[in-house]
C-alpha cells in the first residue's frame, strides 16, 4: 500500500510538473464539456453509492469550449473525489454545469464540515492540507487542487471555493465558452 501511495505522489508530481512546462503549450480545441461531464458522472455512481451519498446533477447539454479534453477529465475527477472525500455520511453533492453570459461554470457542491474563510485561498497551494491529522484518512498529499487550478489557469478560467462552515463546500470553475 505505501508503494502505490509513493506511486500516487510520483503521478502527481510529474502532474504539476508538466503543467508547469506545458502552460502554454497545449492544443486547445472545440469539446463538448457537456458530454465529458456526463460520462465522468458515470465513474463515480459505485463509490457515491456505497458511501450513501445523494447525487443531484443539473448539467446543460452541448456546451462547447476551447479546451483539452484530457484536462477537463482530470479536473473533473479531482472535483468530484474531493466532495466524496468531504461529504458526511448521507450528505449530498451536486454537480452544476451551465453557460452564464459568455462564460461556462462547473460548479461542484457537498455537504460537510466547510472550510474556514482564512483557509479557502490556500487549500490551492501545493501541499498544503487544512487538517493534517486527516492525511491519513482521507489519503492525498494536498496536491490535487493545485493541479485543478493549473488545468483551469491553462483554459484561461479560473477557479475558486466558498463554503459554509458546518454545512457545506462549493467549487466553482469559470471557462470561456467557445
Known amino acids: ?16 510538473a ?5 502552460e502554454n503549450k497545449i492544443e486547445l480545441q472545440s469539446i463538448n464539456i457537456s458530454k465529458i461531464v456526463q460520462s ?22 452541448d456546451i462547447f ?18 466532495a466524496i472525500k468531504h461529504s458526511n455520511k448521507s450528505g449530498k453533492i451536486t454537480v452544476d454545469l451551465f453557460k452564464d453570459k459568455n462564460k461556462v461554470k462547473l460548479i461542484v457542491k457537498n455537504t460537510g464540515e466547510g472550510i474556514e474563510p482564512e483557509y479557502l485561498e490556500k487549500i490551492f497551494e501545493r501541499f498544503y492540507r487544512i487538517d493534517t491529522s486527516r492525511v491519513r484518512e ?3 498529499y494536498g496536491l490535487g487542487l493545485s493541479i485543478a487550478k493549473s488545468i483551469v489557469a491553462q483554459h484561461k478560467g479560473k477557479i475558486y471555493a466558498k463554503s459554509n462552515v458546518g454545512k457545506d463546500t462549493t467549487f466553482i470553475v469559470e471557462l470561456p465558452l467557445q
Do not use: H, P, W
Not at 40 to 61: C, H, K, Q, R, V
Not at 65 to 82: A, R, V
Open 1 to 16: 500500500s505505501q508503494c502505490d501511495r509513493m506511486s500516487e505522489l510520483v503521478n502527481e508530481m510529474l502532474s504539476l
Open 18 to 22: 508538466k503543467l508547469d512546462v506545458e
Open 40 to 61: 465522468m458522472m458515470l465513474g463515480f455512481d459505485a463509490i457515491i453509492y456505497e458511501n450513501g451519498i445523494e447525487l443531484e446533477e443539473n448539467i446543460s447539454n
Open 65 to 82: 469550449i476551447n479546451g483539452d479534453t484530457e484536462g477537463i477529465k482530470k479536473l473533473f475527477n479531482i472535483l468530484m473525489d474531493n
Open 138 to 140: 482521507t489519503g492525498g
